[in-house]
């Protein structure tokens, strides 16, 4: 089946560790997006791909780091250095930019810090 | 600006309509959308409204969109209980990215 998969649903980190959240998507899409959602607020982009080998902040990218080294994959890490980093993590795809493009969405990641 | 606004709540009893609401204020907004997103879950793209349109029809649901006052509604008629979840309203504010609001969290009650 043609989707976007997150994991792991859900993670706990303690203060001062990095952690990495996996996004995976056998789409064939060329643009990759990561998004935080919190509680009462609309969707923040932190990064996004619009290729293999590049990629740019969003809204709120600091604390956050990305790779984006296949087509499929764009992990996100979330390091100590994020001052807030407990919220849910949503990944989307898209064919491309502009018009009606569609983004897809994985099912997200909840991260919680212990 | 690219803030979009949406009122936080409404409760619908089962069979009615629903009106969800929502503000933006990108003048050169293209395309506007709706989102459909249910506990614990990604969001599903519902529907989308180019901004030369006035009205879009799908099934159930009815988009709304008056560009003059920035003010885009989404009603779905006879509302089920499959309908609870958390709608988002979108505004394109370019290529690659899109500007949520906070999400309307539809109850529907029996």
């Known amino acids: 089946d043609g989707g976007i998969t997150q994991s792991p649903k859900y993670l706990f980190r303690k203060e001062g560790q990095n952690v990495t959240l996996s996004c995976e998507q056998n789409l064939n899409h060329d643009a990759m997006y990561w998004y935080r959602q919190d509680p009462g607020q609309g969707l923040r982009l932190i990064y996004y791909s619009q290729i293999v080998n590049d990629f740019q902040k969003g809204d709120i990218a600091e604390g956050y780091s990305v790779s984006r080294e296949k087509k499929e994959s764009f992990p996100l890490t979330v390091t100590s250095a994020q001052k807030n980093p407990t919220a849910f993590y949503l990944c989307?795809?898209?064919?491309?930019?502009?018009?009606?493009?569609?983004?897809?969405f994985g099912q997200g990641t909840r991260l919680t810090v212990v | 600006g690219e803030d979009v606004e949406q009122s936080l709540f409404l409760s619908v009893r089962e069979g009615d309509s629903s009106v969800i609401n929502c503000t933006y204020t990108d003048s050169s907004s293209t395309y506007l959308y709706w989102y459909k997103q249910e506990p614990g879950a990604g969001l599903q793209l519902l529907t989308y409204?180019?901004?030369?349109?006035d009205m879009k029809q799908d099934q159930r649901l009815t988009v709304l969109l008056n560009k003059k006052d920035k003010h885009l509604s989404l009603r779905i008629a006879d509302t089920q209980t499959g309908d609870s979840a958390i709608y988002f309203c979108?505004?394109?504010?370019?290529?690659?990215?899109?500007?949520f609001g906070a999400g309307t969290t539809v109850t529907v009650r029996a």
């Open positions: 409204i180019f901004s030369n349109m």
């Open positions: 979108a505004d394109r504010v370019n290529d690659y990215k899109l500007s």
């Open positions: 989307a795809s898209s064919m491309g930019g502009g018009g009606a493009t569609e983004a897809f």
